[in-house]
């Protein structure tokens, strides 16, 4: 299990995790864009949404850290564009610990499979602040 800070940009992710592997020496980060993701009928992409980062990610010091930037249509707000993100190999202690955060909290995703988890979900906590649960194979 781990938690690791989850960063999102408004159009210029691959400049700063680019900047950041440099910073902190590490090899070309790890990058998928919006356009390598399964395609999804509930969420339509144009060609220049399919160039924006949909995850990125480079390891600091032992603990991973995650980016993407935000896509057409969501709201992007300085100050407010970083989450949690909890990764568990153990489906029940994720669905206890979702289930638990959005009590009093907004759900962004609920707690469901994904091209890239078994199970992913997304809440703001009712303190605002973001919270996403991934469940980790393996």
Same mark, same amino acid.
């Given at each position: 299990m781990?938690?690791?800070?989850?960063?999102?940009? @408004?159009?210029?992710? +691959?400049?700063a995790?680019? &900047?950041?592997? +440099?910073?902190?020496g590490? =090899?070309?980060?790890?990058?998928?864009?919006?356009?390598? =993701?399964?395609?999804?009928p509930? &969420?339509?992409?144009?060609?220049?949404?399919?160039?924006?980062?949909?995850?990125a %990610?480079?390891?600091?010091?032992? *603990?991973?850290?995650? &980016?993407?930037?935000?896509?057409? $249509?969501?709201?992007?707000?300085?100050? @407010?564009?970083i989450?949690?993100t909890?990764?568990?190999?153990n489906? %029940? %202690?994720? *669905?206890?610990?979702f *289930? =638990?955060?959005?009590?009093?909290? @907004?759900?962004?995703?609920?707690?469901? =499979?994904?091209?890239?988890?078994?199970?992913? $979900?997304?809440?703001?906590?009712?303190?605002?602040? $973001?919270?996403?649960? @991934?469940?980790?194979? $393996?």
């Open positions: 781990s938690v690791s800070p989850y960063v999102n940009f @408004n159009g210029n992710c +691959r400049e995790v680019e &900047f950041y592997a +440099r910073v902190f590490k =090899a070309a980060p790890r990058i998928m864009t919006f356009g390598e =993701a399964p395609p999804n509930a &969420f339509t992409i144009d060609d220049s949404t399919k160039k924006l980062i949909m995850h %990610e480079i390891d600091v010091m032992g *603990t991973p850290l995650m &980016f993407s930037d935000v896509p057409p $249509g969501m709201n992007f707000v300085i100050g @407010n564009n989450s949690i909890v990764q568990s190999k489906r %029940e %202690e994720l *669905t206890r610990w *289930t =638990a955060m959005k009590e009093g909290g @907004n759900v962004v995703m609920e707690l469901a =499979a994904q091209s890239w988890s078994k199970l992913y $979900g997304f809440v703001h906590d009712k303190f605002a602040v $973001g919270w996403q649960f @991934n469940f980790v194979e $393996g």
